[in-house]
């Protein structure tokens, strides 16, 4: 079973960047999708982006389109987050997660079955 790690979370003002990476022992069959999540305060998790590993597809949540990026580096077995021009409300723990690439569009919780710990971001305005 693939588990993911992440690291890269800080803090940053409104406006800044930070890239988050999540780092897993390998792909499989049935965890060949690597999903982004967050969870703010006070709120349900909720999904952020995905990317298939097999094609490389990348799938975002309209909330994240045109600031966050993912992107991926399979000699690394890593996938990464980029985010630029963070808002106050992107202030979360993020979480990168392991699914099938079947259910890599829906970027819904469920799923996913294979969690990191989580990765603190902070945004101050």
């Known amino acids: 079973q693939v588990q993911p790690v992440e690291s890269g979370g800080g803090s940053v003002q409104a406006g800044g960047s930070l890239t988050l990476s999540c780092t897993t022992s390998?792909?499989?069959?049935?965890?060949?999708?690597m999903g982004w999540f967050r969870q703010a305060p006070g709120k349900e998790r909720e999904g952020v982006a995905a990317?298939?590993?097999?094609?490389?597809?990348?799938y975002s949540h309209g909330s994240v389109k045109g600031r966050f990026t993912v992107s991926q580096d399979h000699a690394k077995n890593t996938v990464y987050l980029q985010m630029n021009s963070l808002k106050p409300e992107d202030h979360a723990i993020y979480y990168c997660?392991?699914?099938?690439?079947?259910?890599?569009?829906?970027?819904?919780?469920?799923?996913?079955?294979?969690w990191g710990q989580g990765t603190q971001v902070t945004v101050s305005s």
């Open positions: 390998g792909y499989t069959e049935t965890s060949n999708c």
């Open positions: 997660a392991a699914g099938h690439r079947r259910h890599c569009w829906t970027l819904m919780e469920r799923d996913f079955g294979s």
């Open positions: 990317i298939d590993t097999t094609s490389g597809t990348v």
